[in-house]
């Protein structure tokens, strides 16, 4: 057994019957912060295990950075002996989280009203594409459908590549992260009522949230925004620009930013140019501003610049491939970067002072840990070997 280690989560435990990336990530940022993640996956097991190349053995690195510190066992919830089992995981459990189709768990008798009644401090929190009820309630979400409804893939591009996707499934990744700021809410809320209670996440609201400022801008306007590629569309310069090596990012909120920005560059007549003096000048001579910036910019190298210029309180930054990312000296200085045995991760970002997030386990084979979960749940051997032969249990073959 491994060394218990004291962190903000330590002591809760956590049902997860979530596969593919929204319910995975939640439960890892949990589990990063010492919850007891116990992942509970289907015969066939998570989806994502097979979305490769690159694999580790035969997982692939997208289940692989989703799901460190976690117990997996695999559990046939299809069949009445399955959801017995999950029954009893759930009598010491603080949280279910699952992305069923909305009903699912109903048609097996388990739905939310029978959880409330059996486990009345239990948070129970789903995760759906677009909710139960509506016109699109109950129809199935994934990420790049949701960012071309929601409007993102509209809002992304430029006139030349016309819309675009989003390269990081930020849908899927930001309803994880509504998911476990719900969770935390309604496990704070239980302190004082002493009762848990249901929570929904859905990716097609989530995709709405995320939508700042065009919503914002569309509120007050009635536009929706055009392509701007790199650019802002409130603010400028908010751009990619070219030096002599690498490109960079300038980012300028304000005025006062702007000014400082042009004194540092030795341009300060640009700061005082009744063209880009306020934001609203420069946007309205957006091209010719980027074209005073771009001369100044291809005279410099992009490391020592941006170096100098973040130096001077200045937001700017070299645009780097991921391999540079995750080498980058500041990554390394910051432990950004955990490892143990065969695995390497991105750390949790959540750094609290006392009750620090920690690498207590690789991410599990297909339910490599039914045994050892089962049996802390009052399971004789004999008993957990009769659920494996009558395939209510997994043994660590995945059923194709």
Known sequence: MNAP???AMTGLRVIDLTRVLGGPYCTQILADHGADVIKVEPPAGDEVRDWGPPFHEEDA?????????????????????????????????DVLIENFKPGTLDKWGIGNDVLR???PRLVHCRISGFGADGPRGGNPGYDAIIQAMSGMIAATGSPESGPMRIGVPVVD????????IGILMALSERQ?????????????????????PH?????????????????????????IFPTKTDNIFIGVGNDGTFRKLAREIGKPELGTDPRFARNKDRIANREALRAELAAVFSQHEAEPLCNRLLAAGLPAGPVQKIDQALTNPHTIHRGDIIAKDWYKGVASPIRLERTKPSLRRTPPKFSQHSAEVLAEFGYSKSEIEALVAKGVVCGTERKR
């Not at 692989?64 to 009445?80: C, F, H, P, Q, T």
């Not at 002493?194 to 939508?211: I, K, N, P, S």
């Open 192 to 212: 004082r009522s002493g009762l848990g209670q249901f929570l929904e996440t859905t990716l097609y609201e989530t995709g709405l949230a995320v939508m700042h």
């Open 117 to 119: 009644a059996k486990f």
């Open 215 to 239: 919503t914002a801008n569309y509120f007050m306007h009635g536009k929706p925004p055009s392509l701007t590629g790199n650019e802002h569309p409130n603010l400028v310069p908010y751009a």
């Open 5 to 7: 280690v004291t962190s």
């Open 61 to 93: 690195a997208y289940f692989v950075g989703i799901n460190r510190n976690k117990r997996s066992i695999g559990l046939d919830l299809a069949s009445e002996g399955g959801r017995e089992v999950l029954m009893k995981l759930l009598e010491t459990a």
């Open 173 to 180: 990744i930001t309803t994880g992260l509504y998911a476990c």
